[in-house]
Each structure stands twice: as C-alpha cells, then as structure tokens.
C-alpha cells in the first residue's frame, strides 16, 4: 500500500512552490521540523518502522520538489541518526557500549558498504529510541542555526586588505561572509556580477552598499571574462554540492568558474552541511530547472515567434574548476567531499 503524505508535508510542498518558503536553509528548517513531528508523534514501534515512514515522506518530496535536494539530505541525516542510536542503545542492553562510541577506522569506512549491519535486527522495538533521536535532533537544529555563522567567521582566514573580490548574484551565505570580511579588513573592492535574467547581483550590491571601506560594482554578465584579471578571489555560494565535488549553482557559475581557471583566479564555495548531496550529475532535463524566458526576450516582440528560448535556473561547475569549499565545519578541497558524505549520511540510505 502507498504511503499517503502527511498534512505538513503536502503544506510544505505547496508553501514552495508558490514561494512562501524560500532558500535551502529555510526549507531544511521546516523539513527537519516535519520528521521532528513523525519522531515525536507518529505511532511507530520500532526503528525500521521510523525509517520506513521517514523513506516514504522523503520520497514524496523528492517527486514534488526534485531540485530542493536538502529535503532528502536531511532525511538522510535521521535515518543514520536512528540505526546508530538503535546500535549504541542495543549494545549497551549487551554491555558492549565502550566501543559503540568508538569513532570509524579507516577499515571500517572501507568494509562499511559489505559489512554494515548485516545482522542487525531494527524491527526490535527498542526503550529510550525516541527520547535519545529527539536529543541528536536538537543538536542538529543548533548545527543548522550556527552553521551561518561558522562559515563567516573563516572570512578573515580567506579574504585580505585591498582584495579584489568578485561574486555572482545574491546568496545570503556569500553576503553574510563578504560582510563579515568588510568589518575586519582595511579596504576591499567587491566586483558583483549581476547575474542576468533576474538580477539578484544588485540586491547584494545595495546591501553591501551601506558598508564602510568598500567600493562595490556591479558589471553585467557579459563582462565576467573582461574583469577577471583583476581579480584576487571569486567566492559564491551554491545550491548544492554533488557527490563529485561539483556544484549545482546559480546560472553564470560555470562561466565564472571557467573565467577564473583561464586567469587562475581561485574560486571559494560557500557550503554548509546539509547542502552536500550524495547524487551524482545524471541527466541535464532532470538537473535543471527552465524559468520564465519573458526576460530573456518579451513574448510579444517580433523575435520570439521564430525563436524558442530557455531561461535555465542552473548551472553545473564541474570540481576541477573549484579550489576550495567552506562549509560550517572548516575548509574542504572538492576531492575530500566523498569522505564527508561517508560521515554524514549511510550507506544504505544513499538511494533512498
């Protein structure tokens, strides 16, 4: 039988699409407060029942909302979080709790795929699961809440007097960070660029305007290879990181990126955790999303009936062309991103 979705999933849903909630920190928010319902509300027994719920959930979302990857990201997150706490209250029920804790060896990262919990029985109902998930999901609402911060406080390590940045419409993590780093530093020139159709890169740039210190301009996407000469540092923000290393960022990413390697410029990527998904690039139709192509060009103008236009939301950058990730928990190369989905999300729950 089909798992019909709950009445906050099906309110979620609709609150994205016709934009109510906006940006993956928020939709992780209200995502993470769904599944913090399910745990404390929903009537289940044991750990393989919660996984089957939160599976079923995700999956709905998934079909709704196939680009907000952060939504299957943080079910990901609960379902590690539930086999380990099963694992750790199970071996403690055997007195075997001094190594439950013990952090993963290298072997056992190698071996985990083959040999994870082959004999683990979830659909033994468990004492203490409930109290012991909602605890780990506090901490992680703290992880999301600071992560913000964690990430702005690293400005002043990447970002010096007199640099010349350059960013790419309007990410509130690059803005937080290019903030912070206008407070610290003698005097920074910020190159925004503007990110056409929408034109975010101007919604930066009167935010930044107000700051002391600073000389903000704006350039049209057209001159992105033009000022790349003179530029120390890109630093932009992403929709989500792959499980290659690549990105999947706002539209005129890859030019910056392919400007920035032609000048060998390097290119810093603002990322917190829970953006870091497991998916790999598969097919361009199911990766992108086509927004309205009105501003591309007027619907009623001569051109547009010969042509056929696509506005695409998104651009791929490939990890060779990314230097460096910052992420809440510190500075990452794109090559180190498997590792950190080996910590974050479980094996059996890659494909959910």
Known sequence: MREQPLKEVTQLIHAIKVG????????TNKTLDIFKYIIMSKSWQNADALMQIVRAQCKILQAALP???????????ILKLTREEFDLLHAKGQHFA???QASLSLHKLVTQTSESNVSVDYSVPQQGLREALLDHLQEVETELETSSENICVQAEEHIHSSEIILTLGHSRSVESFLKRAIKKRQFLTIIVAECAPACRGHNLAASLAGEKNVEIVVIPDAAIFAMMSRVNKVIIGTHSVLANGGLRAACGAYTVALAAKHYSVPVIVLAPMYKLSPLHLCEQDAFNMVGCAEDVIPYDSIPAREAKVYSPMFDYVPPELVTLFISNTGGHAPSYVYRLLTELYHPEDLEI
Do not use: C, F, K, M
Request: proline share 0%; aromatic share 4%.
């Open 20 to 27: 109510l909630v906006e940006g993956s920190y928020s939709i």
């Open 67 to 77: 680009q907000e990857t952060v939504t299957s990201n943080i079910a990901r997150r």
């Open 98 to 100: 001094d190594d439950s």
